[in-house]
């Protein structure tokens, strides 16, 4: 069965710096997402992409976080300068169409230090 | 903006027995779908459930199923003949169509012996 995949599993990296996390999305999904969970809270949107653009973002999503599907299989998202507070299980998400199922992958978990 | 309440932070059920999570939301959208995820600790997102706003008949599937009541903006999991493998946290999610997932805080099920 087909499934999203993301890299790495788990990542720490020191307070200031740039993260990319990656995922591959389902071969024949259009639309892409990433949400976060902080440990013990409930998951949160970040971002959509479709057709090679954002189509909608939540007001975590601020200037530190870019998204991008480089090539036709990797949809990243890239925290520019990384804070404590940023530390949390990064999911990424995919669906065929709107209202479809999103299928999540198994997630990143990234440890700022 | 929508939101979705979970009442129940934690829950405890006896294996073989029935429980219900309960959810309600706010919307005054007309077309949506809602969802159950359970997140077991894995931290893996799994979808257990969907139901379209516009049906009027209950989702079912194998041991899970939901009461869905438009009027009343209920949306409540029942799960029948419980499982040790069911102890998880269970995430209901409200979707706009063609918009992002916005998740409950959730409620933690465990099954005891």
């Known amino acids: 069965e087909p499934e999203v995949t993301q890299t790495p599993s788990h990542q720490v990296t020191q307070m200031g710096q740039e993260v990319i996390l990656r995922c591959v999305p389902i071969s024949n999904h259009l639309y892409f997402y990433w949400y976060r969970q902080i440990l013990g809270q409930k998951v949160e949107f970040l971002v959509s992409f479709y057709n090679n653009e954002i189509s909608e973002k939540s007001e975590i999503f601020d200037d530190q976080f870019s998204v991008e599907r480089p090539d036709g299989s990797n949809f990243t998202l890239k925290i520019r300068s990384t804070k404590l507070e940023d530390s949390a299980m990064y999911f990424c998400a995919s669906t065929i169409g709107t209202g479809g199922e999103q299928y999540f992958g198994p997630g990143t978990r990234l440890t700022v230090t | 903006a929508q939101t979705v309440t979970q009442s129940q932070p934690e829950m405890s059920v006896q294996e073989a027995e029935t429980v219900t999570l309960s959810c309600t939301y706010d919307?005054?959208?007309?077309?949506?779908?809602l969802f159950w995820y359970k997140q077991p600790p894995s931290r893996q997102m799994i979808l257990v459930i969907r139901q379209e706003a516009y049906k009027q008949q209950n989702a079912t599937e194998n041991r899970f199923s939901v009461n869905f009541q438009k009027a009343a903006k209920s949306f409540s999991l029942k799960i029948s003949d419980s499982q040790l493998g069911d102890t998880a946290m269970y995430f209901c999610?409200?979707?706009?169509?063609?918009?992002?997932?916005?998740f409950g805080k959730g409620t933690s099920l465990l099954v005891t012996p």
């Open positions: 919307t005054s959208e007309n077309n949506y779908y």
């Open positions: 999610a409200f979707m706009k169509f063609g918009y992002a997932l916005n």
